[in-house]
């Protein structure tokens, strides 16, 4: 049984030091705004008509 505490503990411990970092990048890294721009080859928006 003590085996099984053991593993117990290493997972929740791995799984804090997780939390840890995650809640570290939300509080720490502040994410930079730009602008974006996708070019659209004009095929796609104008279709050649079906015959």
């Known amino acids: ?16 030091i997780i939390y840890g970092t995650m809640l570290a990048l939300v509080f720490l890294v502040e994410p930079r705004e730009r602008d974006v721009t996708v070019r659209i080859p004009s ?3 104008n279709p050649a008509p079906q015959e």
Do not use: D, Q, S
């Not at 049984?1 to 804090?16: C, D, E, N, S």
């Open 1 to 16: 049984m003590p085996t099984l505490f053991r593993f117990l503990f290493v997972l929740a411990v791995i799984a804090g």
């Open 43 to 45: 095929e796609r928006l």
